[in-house]
């Protein structure tokens, strides 16, 4: 394995680590933040002419929470840059393809010149 493919890897991997770990710091975010919410509601009685309106926050809050989860140990592992290269590279080829046909029939249709 040669360094650039071991450089690829490493930032690969470290991409993923990232992305990981802003899932925990979203998730410690989500606690303390339902925890604010909850005291600015009970506690402070903010808001209670709207009702249990905290419970929505919390709820719509988790459910950003799940998606990034789904997002960063689902979809990434399925599309993420080995899936982006191989469809980039099949995109490529294809180009190529239409652009070889399309040379081959313009040499086909232009006159010969006669010698």
Known sequence: MNT???HELYEKARNTVKQQKFVYY???LFLVGA???FAVNKILKLGNAYGN???WVIVLWFFGWLI???QVFIFNRFFGNDWERLQ???LI???AEKLKKLEQQLLDK???SAE
Do not use: G, L, N, S
């Open 68 to 70: 990034h989860c789904v």
């Open 26 to 28: 979203h998730f410690i």
């Open 53 to 55: 309106w905290y419970q």
């Open 4 to 6: 650039t493919e071991q």
């Open 35 to 37: 925890a604010f919410v």
């Open 88 to 90: 980039t590279d099949k």
């Open 93 to 95: 080829e294809k180009h």
């Open 110 to 112: 232009t006159p010969k």
